[in-house]
């Protein structure tokens, strides 16, 4: 018998996965940086709904951000569809966000993941260090090796083979913990990407970044930044089931254009263990909350668990 309030991550709840040893209660999460750093929605949101928060990206060092404007609206024909960011990665660094941020998250009934990057290949270590050495480590990482708001770092990690074996390699050696590997949405190159990080010690993969695009804003000019919301699903599903086709066994969290149910049940069905929810969040700051009850009530419809449909809409041969 389900037992429907038990969100511990056990075998009752129809929802539960894990990423390694870590048990998770949902497969939604918040994605890094759209819901603040997470904590400022506690009294809007039922955490225990939600599986993971996902924090801001975290660097070694301070980062002040690009100057505004940020944040652009893609609109086709009056209709909005995507946002385009480009924050540049502003944080107060790990030895300040350790101190004054993560005793915050923590207090949170969720698991939470720190979304690290770095400048240059060894910060991603170093960073990490620095969570393990503090008070209050979070349960799992996410390396961001793609970031297409940024001039440095990020993007370049990401494509590059023998930088992406450096900074998992480097990073697993710094903890025991989960490591989550977050690419762009590069399909023809990922496979080759996700061998070498899984053999390097990667747990799971998220998929994927946004896209760097451009725009013509009415007030402020042409616009650059990374693209989100619904044009990335099309492109983030395809990534999600190559991915699924080639590596059946590792676990893939699932990023782009995730608004609705049938959202997630695409990315799902496609070979998702876990999914994401960014742009939604700007729309409805409890758009994670409503589709972690309304996957959990359609999972009972159909007396099924999370487990048994992961990747149903793949035919996998392996």
């Known amino acids: 018998m389900i037992n429907d309030n038990d969100k511990n991550g056990n075998n009752e709840n129809i929802l539960a996965f894990s990423i390694a040893d870590l048990k998770f209660s949902s497969p939604i999460f918040l994605a890094s940086g759209t819901a603040g ?8 949101v039922d955490f225990k709904k939600i599986g993971a928060v996902i924090t801001k990206g975290v660097s070694l060092n301070p980062r002040e951000g690009n ?3 940020r944040i652009a ?5 009056g209709l909005a569809v995507g946002l385009l960011n480009s924050i540049g990665l502003q944080n107060p660094g790990v030895h300040e966000f350790t101190k004054s941020i993560m005793p915050k998250l923590k207090k949170l009934p969720t698991k939470i993941i720190a979304n690290v990057f770095g400048e240059k290949e060894e910060e991603y270590k170093k960073v990490i260090e620095v969570f393990e050495e503090s008070e209050n480590p979070p349960d799992a990482y996410e390396l961001n090796l ?13 494509v590059n083979p023998k930088s992406v074996e450096k900074i998992v390699k ?3 050696k710094s903890t025991k913990r989960p490591i989550i590997v ?3 949405p590069f399909s023809e190159i990922l496979p080759g990407l996700i061998s070498i990080a899984k053999n390097e010690g990667a747990d799971a993969f998220t998929l994927t970044n946004t ?3 451009a725009i013509r804003d009415q007030k402020v000019g042409f616009f650059k ?3 989100s919301g619904y044009p990335l699903k099309p492109i983030a599903l395809r990534c999600v089931i190559e991915a699924f086709e080639r590596f059946p066994e590792v676990k893939i969290v699932a990023s782009g254009g995730v608004y609705s149910l049938e959202d997630v049940l695409d990315y799902i069905t496609a070979g998702a263990t876990a999914v994401q929810v960014g742009t939604g969040n700007f729309i409805d700051p409890q758009k994670s909350q409503k589709l972690a009850e309304e996957l959990e009530n359609e999972l009972k419809k159909q007396g099924k668990t999370l487990q048994q449909i992961v990747g149903s809409g793949v035919k996998n041969e392996k």
């Open 182 to 184: 977050k690419f762009s």
């Open 225 to 227: 930044g990374g693209l």
């Open 146 to 158: 793609s970031c297409p708001n940024t001039k440095k770092g990020g993007i370049e990690f990401g």
């Open 170 to 172: 480097q990073s697993r």
């Open 73 to 77: 609206e893609f609109t086709i024909r």
């Open 211 to 213: 896209i760097p695009s």
């Open 37 to 44: 750093y997470g904590y400022e929605l506690a009294n809007i």
């Open 67 to 69: 100057p505004t404007p």
